[in-house]
């Protein structure tokens, strides 16, 4: 029995490094992360539960084995617990925001797992013919106890390494494509194709982006460093290691991402002082020439931007702005100076915080859920308790690094060694410092956090002191002499294994619901709603769901409005189920600015046909502005609810408002513009517009707008030259072409207004006013006709 819960365990924790990286599945919505955290939880709860279970049940004891840092591990993520239960959006503290998921608490609590995995169930490898017989007798009980070995699992993550350079490679080719066309030909009444996500140009296993590839692989060569100057054993291993450092480096300037060429040349160059000041080569000083090459690539690279296949490039958000916001986020009140607004809620600090100067940036309209670097999210989620637990997490680490490593080298020098360090601490401690890098200039993701937390893990394990000292020892608490603990234990264990199954229902449960997302986003009608409906079943808990199917309510409404004769039945039905999905969304989130902007969209469209909906419209756009006060186009659309309700004055201070956040924002300047005529005053009216026609010459409603303020000052030649104009660029712009004919049928064109109106049709089926507008031109033009005629 102990050898079966052994081997799960090392099964477990080797697929684990081998797997994650390489990870994902295009069954859902999100092909990486989500999947990734799926692993994640799977295989950690499951080597989890078979430790503890092999203690209890067949060991007859606990055994635990103490580091330095048990207790700051656990200080952590206990302040992310608390984080979540006082968090602003606690599905997103607990589960990560949707569309990103590796913020969440159970991504960071099976992380916390995991380094326990590898604290108690991992050894160092020893050289088994430079053992006495007492030493070799330990080994072997520490083996029979820890089936899993450090250079073991560095095996598992170099391979799984190799595997992430190899298909990302064949992606920047287009291997990938290329194999895709070649299993089309020969199986084309199959129709066999791999997924899409495969197929894009930046496809790679580690993360959505070539950048967070880049960070992942800027970490990698840290690590590759470290074991060709200090852990290589044999002439394979160092080619290995350098084949991957060269592969791992040209993709590294393929994708040229600055933020992976300051990790590289700011832990290269902590390396370099580290072996320059304890003259750790100084028998072969020559092998510090590969980090100083190493380094002069990266400054070279800092300042030449080459990007030589021209990828899309992923939008991140600035370290100003990252940085502002996460204070700002931090000093809200008492309880987010404390534990911030919540594990895994950045969007709501960054649409609550971000900068007026954010909206004139070319990024404005995108609502972030990350920041530019993890630790000013930690700070604005987490509040100062979370940045000051993890700033001493990773203190004490570096102090107790620094310690082991002056003690193992005072060891080397007093037996008149070399003064070089094992090839096993220092390339761990690179690596964990390339990571702690990583963290001040990009976010987190999955990998990101998996590698931290797996370096971070397999330090520990390297720091097993020479001597017999309070860390590392075992604490041993034995069941023989006490049936009663034993007792309890059992009970504790079969409660933690029914917890972790009904863990598993709930995940597949939630697995299967974004399933039924992705597949409803791919149809329509009938079939769309029924698919978005079983998701918001399946998973009542995410508000995006709910958010799409009540979008999805809402465009059946218009689409039945714009029929010639609407079903009322269904028009109400639909109606109805929007406006009912929609408040279950921000009931749900009260805190999430999506769901509060839909509701307020889904009252401005139903305006007509329902009763108090301007009002209820009215007040959704205005809690939407409480969550996010920058927002320009929360405001123009709050002023054109006042100004449909006829409170002009209100109206136009939101315009003002919104104009005063970003000033070039268009549909503003032109809501302003348009109080003006409504007013009366055409004249100054058309004068803005000619202004902002010149102003913004490319903007088609401006264009358009101008046309039809001609139009209604009675320029009708300049009206029908403006929109000539717009309906040249876009000849399906309906309103362009409704006004143009309008400007035709009054200049007397009859035959020319025909031919708009019928195209103004064509893009409107069984519109009545077009129907009626083109049968009175016809038959105005037969009569015309036969007055020729006499």
Not at 623 to 644: R, S
Request: hydrophobic share 50%; charged share 20%.
């Amino acid at each position: 029995m102990q050898t079966l819960f052994n081997r799960i365990i090392k099964i477990s924790i080797y697929l684990l490094v081998f797997l994650l990286p390489l990870f994902l599945l295009p069954f859902s919505f999100e092909a990486y992360e989500f999947n990734k955290q799926y692993l994640l939880f799977f295989l950690v709860s499951l080597a989890f539960f078979s430790w503890i279970a092999k203690m209890v049940l067949v060991d007859k004891e606990i055994r635990f084995k103490k580091t330095p840092l048990d207790i700051l591990v656990v200080a952590f993520i206990f302040i992310a617990v608390l984080s979540v239960i006082f968090s602003v959006d606690k599905g997103s503290s607990l589960f990560g925001f949707y569309g990103r998921f590796s913020n969440g608490l159970i991504g960071l609590i099976s992380l916390g797992v995991l380094y326990f995995l590898i604290t108690n169930n991992t050894r160092i490898d020893t050289d088994k013919k430079r053992m006495d017989t007492d030493t070799r007798i330990r080994e072997s009980v520490e083996i029979s106890h820890k089936s899993v070995s450090i250079s073991g699992m560095l095996k598992a993550f170099m391979w799984s390494v190799f595997f992430v350079i190899l298909f990302s490679y064949f992606s920047i080719f287009g291997v990938w494509a290329k194999l895709n066309n070649q299993l089309s030909v020969i199986s084309d009444k199959l129709s066999i194709s791999l997924p899409q996500v495969i197929l894009q140009p930046t496809f790679n296993p580690v993360a959505g982006s070539m950048e967070g590839l880049a960070i992942f692989l800027a970490v990698v060569i840290v690590l590759l460093v470290g074991r060709i100057l200090l852990g290589a054993k044999g002439k394979l291993s160092s080619i290995i290691n350098y084949l991957l450092l060269m592969a791992s480096l040209g993709l590294l300037v393929i994708i040229d991402f600055q933020a992976s060429w300051i990790v590289l040349l700011v832990t290269m160059a902590l390396f370099l002082a580290l072996a320059i000041g304890k003259r750790m080569f100084r028998e072969n000083v020559n092998k510090l020439l590969l980090p100083i090459f190493l380094m002069i690539i990266a400054i070279a690279f800092l300042f030449i931007e080459l990007n030589l296949l021209n990828l899309p490039q992923e939008q991140v958000l600035a370290q100003k702005e990252s940085w502002q916001i996460g204070f700002r986020g931090a000093i809200e009140n008492i309880k987010s100076g404390f534990l911030g607004s919540g594990i895994g809620t950045f969007h709501y600090d960054f649409a609550k915080f971000k900068s007026l100067e954010f909206n004139q940036t070319l990024l404005w309209q995108i609502r972030f859920d990350r920041a530019g670097n993890y630790i000013s999210e930690i700070f604005g989620t987490m509040g100062f308790l979370g940045l000051i637990s993890y700033i001493a997490l990773i203190g004490f680490f570096l102090m107790v690094s620094w310690f082991i490593l002056q003690t193992l080298n005072r060891r080397e020098t007093t037996r008149e060694t070399d003064a070089k360090l094992p090839g096993i601490q220092l390339p761990l401690l690179m690596a964990f410092l390339a990571l702690l890098v990583s963290q001040f200039v990009y976010y987190q993701n999955t990998i990101l956090a998996f590698t931290f937390w797996l370096v971070f893990g397999l330090s520990v394990v390297s720091w097993q002191p020479p001597t017999k000292t309070w860390w590392g020892a075992e604490k041993v608490i034995s069941f023989k002499a006490f049936p009663e603990i034993s007792l309890i234990a059992t009970a504790f264990l079969i409660i933690l294994g029914l917890l972790i199954l009904g863990c598993y229902f709930f995940t597949a449960r939630f697995y299967l619901a974004d399933m039924k997302y992705i597949g409803g986003l791919g149809q329509v009608g009938d079939e769309r709603l029924d698919s978005l409906a079983k998701a918001t079943k399946f998973n009542p808990l995410c508000p995006q769901y709910k958010i799409i199917l009540a979008r999805t309510y809402l465009y059946e409404v218009l689409d039945e409005m714009a029929k010639p004769a609407p079903d009322q039945i269904v028009l109400s039905q639909n109606t109805q189920l929007a406006i009912a999905v929609a408040k279950e969304a921000s009931e749900r989130s009260p805190n999430l600015v999506a769901g509060w902007e839909t509701l307020g969209m889904i009252y401005r469209e139903i305006r007509g046909i329902a009763t108090g909906a301007l009002e209820w419209g009215i007040k959704s756009f205005e809690k939407a502005i409480t969550l996010e006060p920058t927002n320009p186009v929360l405001y123009t659309e709050l002023g054109k609810l006042y100004l449909a309700s006829d409170d002009v004055s209100r109206a136009r201070e939101n315009f003002a408002r919104a104009i005063s956040l970003k000033g070039d924002y268009i549909d503003a300047l032109i809501q302003e513009i348009l109080i003006l005529e409504s007013e009366g005053n055409l004249p100054e009216a058309i004068s803005k517009m000619e202004n902002l026609a010149i102003t913004y010459p490319l903007n088609i409603e401006v264009a358009f707008q101008l046309g039809r303020l001609y139009f209604n000052g009675g320029r009708i030649d300049d009206a029908i030259s403006q929109l000539e104009g717009v309906v040249a660029f876009f000849p399906n712009h309906s309103n362009a072409l409704y006004s143009l004919g309008i400007a035709y049928q009054a200049k007397g064109e009859k035959e020319k207004a025909i031919r708009v109106f019928e195209r103004v049709l064509e893009l409107n089926p069984g519109n009545q006013d077009i129907i009626q507008k083109l049968g009175e031109l016809k038959k105005e033009e037969v009569k015309e006709e036969v007055k020729k005629e006499k």
